[in-house]
């Protein structure tokens, strides 16, 4: 490997603690996985979301039409592949499901999507500069 | 990371033993997984398996249970997050898949559910004290 | 842990780099995750691929298959058990989700295996020598 073992493993913590901020409806924790004018784009959205404000509202709302849904959606992350950049940035890329549980139902899978990142090193640890979400449909 | 890659590391690769055991029917590696008098909470399940014989025990059954139903279960673990505790302590956060094929036909997720583990360090290396088992229907 | 956070890192990062390029068709670099005569078993397919030229021909088969066939198919990696062998060998173990998403439909699984695969160091790093597919259904 050309980089670290720290460095990979950060990516890795990193996604566990997005994935469970924002299907657990903690918005600003999800947010905060990002830089401060990080940005997220995706096509199953009409806008990207740029920018710490931006970010939070994106994961309020998701979490807020999974309760108005009566579904649970889960974020799950597998797949990983970290990248080596420069010193202070990375590539990473990983498979990311969606997986929803309606009330009292089975679970079923919406849909894969590729997640690729760009990460940059920052004080606070390894953050999400821009995200680009690929589905596959 | 206020945590350390090789405490990172040692979950995950707790979590793939654990799996692979349970699923190949090895049921004390699968108990050993836990402390001595370590506790698994599912709902999934009518009662707790509190220490090792009725760990053991339960997944014995697990596994006699696939057998006599001509069905293989799988527990897929993924997006896992460590947290930090105290200098001998973690808690752990993932998505556990229970993902069944049925003899001859297509394999298919049974459920989405999220393991909270309390894990303490041994001399044996990291250990599950406390496991509980969140469904999401 | 009798083996390093390098070592099983390096794994993961194989599992990731190997299903990225086989998934975006890039033959050669998957056929380079297994060392220059390693061999691929797979009861999904009627004989195994041994050494670079008929991997890299494997590969080239699997995507141009997805091409025609217009479904979009990833190799999801999880649950992964690093085991140690001896200084410059490993084994691992780890279920590998087919998934499949035709073009403008959901997303399904496919089938759920288990990849046991024998790796050894090589001054490019780790690579598999023996990867035996095992099915479920």
Redesign the interface.
């Known amino acids: 490997?050309d980089?670290s073992?720290?460095d990979?493993?950060?990516v890795?913590?990193l996604?566990?603690?997005q994935?469970?901020a924002i299907d657990s409806g903690r918005a600003a924790d999800w947010a905060a996985t990002f830089t401060a004018d990080g940005e997220f784009h995706s096509p199953s959205y009409p806008d990207p979301a740029i920018g710490a404000a931006e970010l939070t509202a994106f994961a309020e709302r998701f979490h807020a039409g999974c309760v108005d849904s009566g579904e649970?959606l889960?974020?799950?992350?597998?797949?990983?592949?970290?990248i080596p950049g420069g010193p202070d940035t990375l590539t990473s890329?990983?498979?990311l499901?969606i997986?929803g549980?309606?009330?009292?139902?089975?679970?079923?899978?919406?849909?894969?999507t590729?997640v690729v990142d760009d990460l940059v090193r920052t004080p606070a640890?390894w953050r999400i500069d821009r995200r680009v979400v690929l589905r596959?449909?």
């Open positions: 490997m980089i073992a720290e990979v493993l950060a890795h913590q996604y566990g603690r994935s469970h649970v889960r974020h799950v992350v597998s797949t990983v592949e970290v890329r990983a498979y499901q997986v549980t309606p009330t009292g139902e089975a679970s079923r899978l919406h849909r894969l590729t640890g596959d449909d």
